[in-house]
Nanobody, 124 residues
Framework: QVHLTESGGGSVQAGGSLNLSCTAS????????MGWFRQIPGKEREGVAAIYTSGDKTFYDDSVKGRFTISLDNAENTVSLHMNDLKPEDTALYYC?????????????????YGQGTQVTVSS
């Protein structure tokens, strides 16, 4: 079992920045990909970004390219999402997710484990 602990999120005005972090439990092994997706109640899940734990491949949804950056600290089993130039349409519940033994094919994974979610609210 992999436990994910998320931090960050909050409220910001349009044009502002936020950082999200997610740490996988120390006992995790075989992690291949870590990423973030977001969801608004009543809407489909939307992949945001993902990164191979080798660090040599990243994925971004077109809507966040150039504004969001995903990064990895393997020593700490932590993936971060640096969000700049936030827009009201970025408002959502953001979830961290990891894949174990399976490589993700894009920002939506596939993933095996999920965090609890952290709210990001961007006001205009």
């Amino acid at each position: 079992q992999v436990h994910l602990t998320e931090s960050g999120g909050g409220s910001v005005q349009a044009g502002g920045s936020l950082n999200l972090s997610c740490t996988a439990s120390r006992t995790s092994s075989g992690l291949r990909c870590m990423g973030w997706f977001r969801q608004i109640p009543g809407k489909e899940r939307e992949g945001v970004a993902a990164i191979y734990t080798s660090g040599d491949k990243t994925f971004y949804d077109d809507s966040v390219k150039g504004r969001f950056t995903i990064s990895l600290d393997n020593a700490e089993n932590t993936v971060s999402l640096h969000m700049n130039d936030l827009k009201p349409e970025d408002t959502a519940l953001y979830y961290c997710a990891v894949s174990r033994w399976v490589f993700c094919a894009g920002p939506l994974g596939p993933y095996n484990y999920y965090g609890q979610g952290t709210q990001v609210t961007v006001s205009s």
